[in-house]
């Protein structure tokens, strides 16, 4: 009978532990691309590859990187004496999917799978301040399709501060993605012939240590790639955006754990007041810079529709 009780206990004990193992995170895989949301850092993607190969395409060294939602609000403000991080001050109101500059991470209120289409609902953190829920809930839909990921975002807003302010517009990014810093190629449209194949632009990739990303206008096809020497990578499409930051962090040649990064962030100005609500969609393709090109194109048709 003791043998029975401890056998059980030891059943238990495993299937405890799968559980809990599976409520860390959220896999999808189509065949071609397999993604991975982080349940312990808000839901952000934190693994996306080609489906037959391993390597990690997304940055995770921090809980900054991933590709994650973060979001401006309100007047910059010099919040030390609350606990603000002085490397990050003065600040916005800067709610991040992941968590916050001291290593608090973002808690989830929901998550769930339904074939290729993964869901999760948090409460965000502020980025500057030391364990600060921000007034707001963010969801985020997941869908594979092919090579590419469907993410549609969403903020909601319920602030009752009186310190940031109203009615200012600032810089969003539209999200935020860390590619590693293996794809050190950068590529886009930056001209006046948008969708019609002219030739690509390939600029030369800002280091952060310059004083800041690289800014880039006139972005006309919406999306922006980093590439390795095999011409392949993740391209961001945001069919919203024609301004874009873009850089490295630290050196080319490094994986996703390791502090070196590269960046890309789709940019629109836009005002999000106490009781905003704002939405938007991007997508995220794998594959060669040309495939890359060849998905923002048949994207682009449709979203002209």
């Not at 948090?122 to 997941?142: H, I």
């Not at 990578?233 to 024609?242: D, F, S």
Request: hydrophobic letters at 35%; a negative charge; one cysteine or more.
């Amino acid at each position: 009978m003791e043998i029975k009780t401890a056998a059980f206990i030891m059943f238990i004990l495993f299937v405890s532990s799968i559980t809990n193992a599976q409520s860390k995170e959220l896999t999808a895989d189509n065949g071609i691309i397999k993604v991975k949301l982080d349940l312990t850092r808000g839901g952000a993607v934190k693994y996306l590859s080609l489906s037959d190969d391993d390597r990690n395409l997304v940055n995770i060294h921090d809980e900054g990187r991933y590709i994650q939602q973060s979001y401006y609000a309100g007047k910059t403000l010099d919040r030390k004496s609350d606990g603000q991080s002085p490397h990050w001050s003065p600040w916005s109101w800067n709610p991040i999917q992941v968590g916050d500059a001291f290593g608090n991470r973002a808690q989830i209120l929901d998550s769930h799978k339904n074939g290729d289409t993964l869901y999760v609902k948090l409460t965000p953190m502020l980025w500057d301040m030391n364990n600060e829920p921000a007034e707001a809930v963010m969801e985020q839909w997941t869908i594979l399709k092919n090579n590419i990921l469907e993410v549609h975002n969403k903020l909601i807003c319920f602030r009752t501060d009186t310190i940031y302010g109203e009615d200012i517009a600032r810089s969003q990014e539209l999200p935020a993605v860390y590619p590693i810093s293996e794809l050190d190629n950068l590529f886009c449209y930056i001209g006046e012939l948008p969708f019609t194949n002219d030739t690509l632009s390939n600029p030369t990739v800002i280091k952060l240590s310059s004083g800041f990303w690289g800014q880039y206008n006139n972005v006309t096809e919406h999306w922006m790639a980093f590439a390795g020497n095999d011409m392949k990578g993740i391209g961001v499409y945001n069919p919203q955006c024609t301004k874009f930051l873009a850089g490295m962090y630290g050196e080319p040649g490094h994986k996703s754990a390791e502090a070196s990064t590269s960046y890309i962030a789709p940019i629109k100005k836009e005002v999000l007041n106490k009781n905003s609500v704002y939405e938007y969609t991007y997508y995220i393709i794998v594959g060669s810079i040309e495939k890359i090109r060849a998905e923002v194109y048949e994207l682009n048709k449709i979203e002209s529709k």
